[in-house]
């Protein structure tokens, strides 16, 4: 229902991955979004210094919110520079729906829309590929094929955060020698 920026741009996946961890079903609304989301993405990338700038539009349904339309967002993506590669999740038919109550969470089948049509026409605007992965092994395929097609050398800075451990230990360490030459001159 609502389409908000839940991880900055980065490229450290391992704060990518402390925000995917926290992501729940429904966090966002029970309906989808698109064209809203779409224009989310292309808000984050399209100011972004680079010969390509690339969205990855993952969905598993139609469009049925938001104030923007799948198209128009495509549109925009398209004026930006923006090429959008869609990939289309899930099955067709019924799925689960998870649906919380006081009791705990169930699952209810809920017939699936989903809208190939749109998501090919999204691509095609901005000049990017649909997509269609039916498990995960598929899924693993789109995206080693996007990162073939889409490779742009990028200087990283690095930042390592460290912290020495060794000084308990010398610390130990003098001591049982000042120890040693106190006992020695002594008894």
């Known amino acids: 229902s609502e389409a908000f920026t839940q991880c900055p741009l980065t490229l450290d996946y391992g704060v990518v991955l402390s925000f995917v961890k926290r992501l729940k079903t429904g966090m966002a609304g029970d309906a989808t ?30 469009s049925n919110a938001g104030p923007v339309g799948p198209e128009e967002a495509a549109e925009a993506a398209k004026t930006f520079g923006v090429k959008v590669y869609t990939v289309g999740i899930g099955s067709e038919g019924l799925a689960p729906m998870p649906r919380r109550t006081i009791l705990g969470t169930f699952y209810d089948a809920v017939k699936v829309d989903f809208d190939e049509a749109t998501l090919k026409k999204i691509a095609e ?18 995206y080693d094929t996007i990162a073939k097609l889409e490779k742009t050398k990028k200087k990283v ?15 130990a360490g003098l001591l049982l020698l000042l120890l040693e030459i106190v ?5």
């Not at 800075?157 to 610390?171: C, Q, R, S, T």
């Open 33 to 62: 979004a698109i064209g809203s989301a779409l224009s989310v993405a292309t808000s984050r990338v399209k100011d972004i210094p680079s010969k390509s700038r690339v969205v990855i539009l993952l969905t598993d349904g139609a």
């Open 157 to 171: 800075k690095e930042h390592m955060d460290y912290h020495e451990l060794f000084v308990p230990f010398v610390m």
């Open 125 to 142: 605007t901005t000049s990017g590929t649909y997509f269609r992965a039916t498990d995960t092994d598929t899924l693993q395929q789109i």
């Open 183 to 187: 006992l020695a001159n002594t008894r």
